[in-house]
């Protein structure tokens, strides 16, 4: 090869491992930012390193602010993901349905599986603690409503690419939700059937987020807000009066962020255009422990059901979203994230005449797995 | 400090690469003294203690050697370093079997465990200190003249870590003078590029299937997955430990050394015999001259000869690694070549053409299995399911599931590569502009390592 192709070629060389450097001193943008939903890796103390001789722990900390910090980084990620997602139409963070409804991997590469490993045993212990529990409540008046949520690739199959894994059809959620279909003591809604039957009329999860849409959200509070009604009543009246009204906007969701392409992969998103008259109630957002927030409905008209207690997760909030809260005297609500059952129990007020626990399908494996957490050391406070 | 992390490439080496061209031929050696024991103790911390004495103690001893001739001071210099590395990198094994043999006898010993951490790269760097000192001891090359110029060529940051294991006289016209010419640079930059796209891009990929294979639980690996898993190993395991000697034989050619080949396309053999010639060339090369030519070789009959392989092969295992997996990777190995010995000698057969290559690549994918595993009982369930005995249903993860398109097509890509047999890859001449394509290959690669730090947390809150 000539001299001149010669230098060249190291010129490029040279290029090439020197710009992420150079770039990042001169703290140049080459593209807007990425979402990931957590703190960067700062700059390592130098001081600290030398004073105490740890280059290697120095070079750790450095080699880690240098892969979440480099300049040209969010750039080269989204040509990365651009390339696997035009040349091969994949990803390892999501997978990529048909007519681009994104479904993170880790819930069906990991958690579901983990759902299926669940041994029949810890499965059937799990339903009795369902069953003592429901007992237990039901002893001190307290009605209890168990609502498991099915996923996204549970009620839209047809969208999976071929290299998902193979779930079986009886799944740990389908029997679930045939025993709590079979035991009256325990209020349910099923909501695989429900959302099954909603899709007909309307999508009901979003393409590139994990969660059901809120007009979903809307319609499943409304059905269940009627049936604890039904319930408290004995009576087949609806107390849900609101209507529904559908706006649509562009979104481009947190799966979305997952697949971080040129071109962000977004949809006409599907939401509730607010049309009733906001409750009158009180939140607390700062609570004692276990709970996120206290909703305090006295001064509101329409709080006609009992006081609850609520342990859920981000599905949830579309309840809220669609004015469900409305309804209650007073709401104590807690995340699935942050708190276990039992926790919830031992700390539920004193009133409680309702326990609402509501979870997605992968929560099985957690409590069959974890159990319902601690043993409560007293059952009210 | 790995090759391929994005750290290494895009500050450490243009650092290096600047220092080093700035800096007066003469002080060369210093400079890279200096850049790799920095590179050492940002991967090893204060065991670049360790190191240094190593330079220190077998600097000494060269020199003496090469004055003395002495037996004993030889013996002294080999015991010095096996017994270091024997305790870093053996102690810990060996307590914990005694330690379990005392507990079946009903007795008990307060520590089960000894924490001793291994110094990375202690086992290649012990190496070229033994045949330092032998090849002092036997007068076929001289001693270092300066500690720096020892020291450069022991910690030499390029093989430090993962090899080649070069010997003082593969590069010994070199340490105080070499050229760095374009051309050099240029063969550098181009096998340095490709081996970095052969980790990056072959091995990681090949790397994520065999783990997942391997990871799963005995009752969900069917014979299918377990082949699968196996290949992806083989090809994860080739394109791993060859692109890291490519990319330390450019980053030495970069420094103007030329540094031994390491790997000639070993999955195109014909036997386990000429595997071991295309395989990790200089670790069996550096057994054949400093352990099984002294232990008689094939001189001393028949049977010695069996005995010298099993030795050295066992030897081989527990040197990659102390766990009785490598031990018995190590004489399986053993095995296979003393059978092959033994055919070659009592029936004058041995395996050729494609069933050759068919039997030598599945006996050396068997192997892999114990090398890869991590017990033995991992090992023999996992060949077990290979063969079909196993328990393993089809339950949840498909052959499809692992094969997407991308998998399929690096896998297909890697098996051309690694049997093929076009002029290999790591040809020493850049006579065309196949530089221009190890370029692409360096974009792709830093592409694909900015993917693997993207790390995004998933807020859905649940």
Same mark, same amino acid.
């Given at each position: 090869m000539s001299k001149p192709l010669n230098y060249l070629a190291i010129l490029l060389f040279g290029i090439i491992i020197t710009l992420p450097s150079i770039t990042t001193l001169i703290a140049f943008e080459f593209t807007t930012p990425l979402q990931e939903n957590r703190t960067k890796v700062s700059f390592p103390e130098t001081l600290e390193c030398v004073k105490n001789m740890n280059l290697d722990v120095c070079h750790r900390h450095l080699n880690d602010w240098f892969n979440d910090n480099y300049a040209p980084r969010d750039l080269f990620i989204k040509l990365q993901t651009q390339i696997d997602y035009t040349l091969?139409?994949?990803s390892d963070k999501v997978h990529i349905g048909d007519d681009d409804w994104l479904f993170y991997r880790s819930t069906l590469d990991t958690q579901k599986i983990v759902n299926e490993r669940v041994t029949d045993d810890e499965f059937t212990e799990l339903l009795t603690k369902f069953d003592n529990l429901s007992k237990a409540l039901s002893a001190k008046n307290i009605r209890l409503a168990i609502i498991p949520i099915p996923l996204k690739d549970t009620v839209y199959?047809?969208?999976?690419?071929?290299?998902v894994p193979n779930l079986p059809v009886n799944s740990r959620y389908k029997k679930l939700q045939k025993w709590l279909a079979e035991h009256d003591t325990i209020i349910n809604i099923d909501a695989h059937e429900f959302l099954s039957k909603t899709k007909e009329q309307?999508?009901?999860?979003?393409k590139t987020d994990f969660h059901w849409n809120d007009p979903t959200g809307f319609k499943f509070a409304e059905a269940l807000t009627n049936k604890l009604w039904q319930n408290q009543e004995?009576?087949?009246?609806?107390i849900w009066t609101d209507t529904l009204s559908i706006r649509t906007a562009d979104l481009s969701g947190g799966q979305a962020s997952f697949l971080p392409l040129l071109v962000p992969p977004s949809e006409v998103g599907l939401f509730v255009k607010m049309n009733w008259k906001p409750t009158k109630g009180v939140y607390d957002y700062?609570?004692?422990?276990?709970?996120?927030y206290i909703y305090d409905g006295?001064? !509101? +008209?329409?709080?006609?059901?009992?006081?609850t207690v609520v342990l859920s997760d981000s599905f949830y909030d579309a309840f809220i979203r669609s004015g469900?809260?409305?309804?209650?005297?007073?709401i104590h609500r807690t995340r699935t994230l942050s708190s276990d059952i039992n926790t919830v129990i031992a700390n539920?007020?004193? !009133? +409680?005449?309702i326990v609402i626990i509501e979870f997605i399908e992968v929560y099985i494996a957690r409590l069959a797995q974890n159990g319902f957490g601690d043993e409560p050391t007293h059952t009210t406070n | 400090m790995v090759f391929s992390s994005n750290f290494f490439i895009f500050a450490f080496l243009p650092l290096f690469l600047l220092l080093l061209f700035l800096t007066p031929a003469r002080y060369r050696n210093t400079t890279i003294l200096i850049a790799s024991l920095i590179f050492y103790a940002a991967g090893s911390g204060q065991l670049v203690s360790i190191l240094l004495f190593s330079i220190v103690i077998n600097h000494f001893l060269g020199i003496q050697l090469s004055r003395y001739s002495s037996k004993i001071l030889l013996s002294f210099g080999i015991i010095l370093n096996l017994g270091i590395l024997g305790y870093f990198k053996y102690a810990g094994f060996f307590w914990q079997e005694f330690s379990a043999a005392i507990a079946r006898l009903g007795l008990s010993t307060e520590n089960s465990s000894l924490d001793i951490v291994l110094p990375i790269g202690i086992s290649f760097f012990t190496f070229q200190a033994i045949s330092y000192l032998i090849d002092n001891y036997n007068g076929t090359i001289k001693p270092a003249k300066s500690l720096t110029s020892f020291g450069m060529y022991l910690?030499?940051?390029?093989?430090?870590?993962?090899?080649?294991?070069?010997?003082y006289s593969d590069i010994q016209d070199s340490i105080e003078k070499r050229p760095i010419s374009v051309d050099l640079l240029t063969v550098g930059i181009y096998r340095f590029s490709i081996g970095l796209g052969k980790k990056i891009l072959i091995a990681d990929s090949m790397g994520s299937l065999a783990d997942q294979i391997f990871s799963l639980p005995q009752s969900e690996l069917t014979s299918s997955l377990a082949w699968l898993g196996i290949i992806a190993y083989t090809l994860q395991i080739y394109f791993d430990f060859s692109g890291y000697s490519d990319m330390a034989i450019g980053l030495g050619k970069m420094m103007g050394f030329n540094f031994p080949e390491n790997?000639?396309?070993?999955?195109?053999?014909?036997?386990i015999t000429e595997f071991w010639r295309r395989w990790h060339m200089t670790l069996s090369n550096w057994f054949r001259d400093y352990l099984y030519i002294p232990l008689g070789g094939n001189r001393k009959g028949r049977y010695r000869t069996y005995f010298n392989l099993f030795a050295v092969f066992f030897f081989c295992g527990l040197w990659h690694g102390a766990a009785y997996t490598f031990i018995v990777w190590g004489l399986f190995h053993g095995l296979l070549l003393t059978l092959e010995r033994l055919f070659l000698n009592k029936w004058n057969l041995k395996p050729t053409g494609l069933l050759g290559q068919v039997y030598a690549l599945l006996f050396v994918m068997i192997g892999w299995v114990f090398f890869r595993s991590d017990s033995m009982t991992q090992s023999l369930s996992y060949l077990e399911a290979m063969f079909g005995l196993?328990?393993?249903?089809?339950?949840?993860?498909?052959i499809q599931y692992y094969l997407t398109n991308d998998k399929l097509l690096t896998l297909i890509l890697a098996v051309v590569i690694a049997?093929?047999?076009?002029?290999?890859?790591?040809?020493?001449?850049?006579?065309?502009?196949?530089i221009y394509f190890a370029l692409v290959v360096l974009a792709l690669v830093t592409i694909e390592l900015a993917g693997n730090v993207f790390n995004p947390f998933i807020y859905f809150r649940f």
């Open positions: 091969f139409s994949s199959p047809e969208h999976l690419p071929s290299s309307q999508r009901v999860f979003h004995g009576s087949l009246e609806n700062s609570p004692a422990k276990p709970w996120e006295t001064n !509101e +008209t329409r709080a006609k059901l009992g006081h469900f809260e409305k309804h209650f005297k007073s539920m007020p004193l !009133e +409680t005449e | 910690a030499n940051f390029p093989q430090l870590i993962a090899g080649p294991i070069v010997r790997f000639n396309q070993p999955y195109r053999s014909k036997s196993g328990q393993g249903v089809n339950e949840f993860f498909s049997v093929a047999p076009f002029e290999r890859i790591s040809s020493t001449k850049t006579n065309n502009p196949k």
